[in-house]
Structures are given as structure tokens and as C-alpha cells.
């Protein structure tokens, strides 16, 4: 998976190629998708859900620029596997997911796995988690069709903060935003295609 879908691909940073084959992503799937599991495609996970390509996990967690001592803030936990690929990289890492069932999995199955640097909660990540606030990453892995306020302002000042930005029916551009000065600079990386996120983010 990662030799001929990744690597293959441009993919470079060691840390990020490192994680990706530590972390066996069949432990992440379905029981159902195990023969799937290493394919380089997104897979249900139930609820609606999906587990997101394995390529566009390592992208977006290069994007990133992860130096190893970064507090990170993932919205959307779904089967946990992008907050253990983080986990194997950063010093701390804070996810949110908003289906209470995923929730309960992805927690589960975190802990087994001996990821003690990872808290999941249950919630809406449109508001992200103020008391852990601020982060010097914050990755969203649902689709909007604009950055939430809530995620900018518990950015750190020179954080980044990764999005699928567009349509959240069809395609998306993936989207990275640096916090300079208060503000957003933002810069497309490219197209994408994620479920939207639920919650607050439909009222808008």
C-alpha cells in the first residue's frame, strides 16, 4: 500500500511513511472489508460513515507539516484510523466525533491498541473542544462549505488547519489554512471527495 500508492505518488515526509506502515489499517475496517482493507480507496465504516483512502490520509497528514511535539485537533474520528496514524507522529492528539456508535468503537478500539496519547470524545467538531484549546494543527476529515469560526479562533497563531472545503455533495478542494496574524491564509492542495460534515455545519 504504501510502496505503490503513496510513495508512488509523492509522498515523502519519513515521519508520515513511517506511520502508514506502522499502522495496520485492517484493524480500522470492517469485517466485511478486510480483503479491501489495503486498497487504496475509502471503505464504509457504518453510520454512513467511510474509513478515507489511505493516500489522502498520508496527504493530508504530510500537509500538515508535523514536526512530532504538535497538539492536534481531528474532527471526525469515524474508525480512528487517521487520529492513530497522527498519534504515531505528534505529541498529543484530540478527537471528535459526532456519531455517538463510532464514537464508542473508535474509542474502544484506540485504547486497545495502546494509543494513551489519544482522547476521543463525543460531540459536535464544528465547535471543536475550547478547553483543550489552542492547537498548532486542526484536521478535519468531513467536508463544509466553509472553515467554522470555532476552528480558526482555537487555531494557534502560525497553526495550520486542514479542511475539504466546497460542495459537500459533490467534490471538494482540500484545503490548508494558516492562522497569520488572526487571520486565514488559505492555499487549495487539490480535489477531493468527503462525506459532509453533520451537525451544526448543515445549518449553514
Known amino acids: 500500500m504504501v510502496e505503490q500508492n503513496i510513495k508512488t505518488r509523492g509522498v515523502r515526509d519519513p515521519r508520515v511513511l513511517s506511520a502508514m506502515q506502522k499502522v495496520k489499517r485492517h484493524l480500522f475496517v470492517d469485517d466485511k472489508?478486510?480483503?479491501k482493507a489495503y486498497n487504496d480507496h475509502p471503505?464504509?465504516?457504518g453510520e454512513g460513515q467511510t474509513i478515507s483512502q489511505p493516500y489522502v490520509v498520508a496527504l493530508m497528514t504530510e500537509a500538515a507539516g508535523l514536526k512530532g511535539n504538535e497538539k492536534v485537533l481531528e474532527i471526525g474520528t469515524g474508525s480512528g484510523y487517521q487520529a492513530a496514524i497522527l498519534a504515531e507522529i505528534v505529541k498529543s492528539v484530540f478527537t471528535i466525533e459526532i456519531k455517538k456508535g463510532l464514537y464508542e468503537q473508535a474509542r474502544e478500539r484506540?485504547?486497545?491498541?495502546?494509543y494513551s496519547n489519544v482522547q476521543v470524545r463525543y460531540g459536535d467538531g464544528y465547535f471543536g473542544w475550547e478547553s483543550e484549546a489552542p492547537f498548532d494543527i486542526i484536521m478535519v476529515t468531513a467536508s463544509a462549505n466553509h472553515i467554522p469560526p470555532p476552528l480558526i479562533s482555537?487555531?494557534?497563531e502560525g497553526g495550520r488547519l486542514i479542511i475539504p472545503l466546497g460542495?459537500?455533495?459533490?467534490?471538494?478542494?482540500?484545503t490548508l489554512v494558516r492562522k497569520e496574524k488572526g487571520k486565514p491564509l488559505v492555499t487549495e492542495l487539490g480535489g477531493v471527495v468527503f462525506v459532509p460534515m453533520t451537525g451544526e455545519a448543515q445549518k449553514k
Open 33 to 35: 472489508q478486510l480483503d
Open 43 to 45: 471503505l464504509p465504516i
Open 110 to 114: 484506540l485504547q486497545k491498541l495502546g
Open 154 to 156: 482555537q487555531l494557534k
Open 167 to 174: 460542495s459537500t455533495v459533490f467534490h471538494q478542494n482540500l
